[in-house]
């Protein structure tokens, strides 16, 4: 080959990559305003919590450095971290799966052709509007030993808990709580069922499969995605429940955690820690202690997923 027919090849893929460097290079720009915010309040803030567990650090002074001594005491001999960490276990596992069943039942129902169907759905998902301390107010006032609730279970001959004044059923209103926000895990629900093929249901008809073999064997396998989604998130998210615990336990006691601790969960009793005590240092050492017990619990999920998660190619 001559050199002019070699240079005359060279300069188309040379163009092609210049073209392609000037590409990479625009889509980093427009990118660049995401990626500053990522590194200066993520990243930065995650690298100087992780320094400051290993200090004393109370944000008036500089950070003093004290090794692993947060950790020690964490572990060894912090009664309030032990019982946050049970309290917010407690919620996390009878909160996620009693959401993620309900929701499942209420978005099979709203996906069948009903009259009303699109009522019916927009009423399930419009409690999830209001939100924040308003709607703690009002289930506040729902649950109250003389409120809504009680009345309703006075009429058929029940008498009702104390709720958020007893101890022993304090968590469990705050599970009856979190059913307000049920809207959209339903919604999300609705979504996956709208993805499931229906010529498998009609083919199952033909075969004869009554409704519940049609759930388990066609259902549940298609819609083991979004079941996945849905305890990881939830889980994480029952984790970090800081809201109403603390506005339910100052409104009815005055003191955070109150009564006897029972909602003293563990974004409380950082908080607590971190912002009432001004312990920033102990605070981030709870705050990464939490990190890594979610991480974990994450990946033994995602680990177990592969068992029984069907994606379908």
Avoid: C
């Amino acid at each position: 080959m001559k050199p002019s027919e070699v240079e005359a090849t060279a300069r188309p893929r040379s163009g092609i990559v210049t073209h392609w460097r000037r590409e990479a290079i625009v889509g980093y720009l427009f990118a660049l305003p995401w990626i500053i915010h990522f590194l200066a309040l993520t990243v930065g803030p995650m690298a100087f919590s992780l320094y400051a567990s290993f200090t004393s650090y109370n944000i008036v002074n500089p950070p003093r450095w004290i090794g692993i001594d947060n950790y020690r005491f964490i572990f060894l001999s912090d009664d309030r971290f032990r019982i946050a960490l049970y309290n917010t276990l407690y919620y996390v596992i009878i909160k996620t799966p009693i959401v993620i069943v309900l929701s499942l039942i209420f978005a099979v129902l709203l996906n069948n052709p009903i009259p009303g169907k699109r009522i019916f759905r927009t009423i399930y998902y419009l409690p999830t509007v209001i939100t924040g301390v308003a709607a703690i107010f009002l289930w506040i006032w729902v649950l109250n030993p003389a409120g809504l609730l009680n009345r309703g279970l006075a009429l058929i001959g029940i008498r009702g808990p104390n709720w958020f004044y007893d101890p022993a059923w304090s968590k469990p209103g705050l599970v009856v709580m979190s059913l307000w926000y049920i809207g959209s895990p339903i919604l999300i629900f609705l979504a996956g069922l709208q993805d499931v093929p229906q010529h498998l249901y009609e083919a199952a008809d033909i075969d004869g499969a009554g409704t519940w073999a049609k759930f388990r064997a066609i259902t549940i396998p298609l819609l083991s995605p979004t079941i996945f989604f849905q305890i990881v998130t939830q889980i994480i998210g029952a984790f970090q429940v800081f809201n109403t615990a603390f506005v339910v336990s100052i409104t009815a006691h005055t003191t955070a955690g109150d009564p006897a601790q029972s909602l003293l969960f563990y974004a409380v009793y950082l908080y607590l820690r971190g912002f009432r005590q001004l312990q920033m240092g102990f605070a981030s050492a709870l705050a990464w202690i939490l990190f890594v017990i979610v991480l974990v619990i994450t990946v033994i999920q995602v680990r177990l997923s592969e068992r029984w998660v069907y994606y379908a190619g």
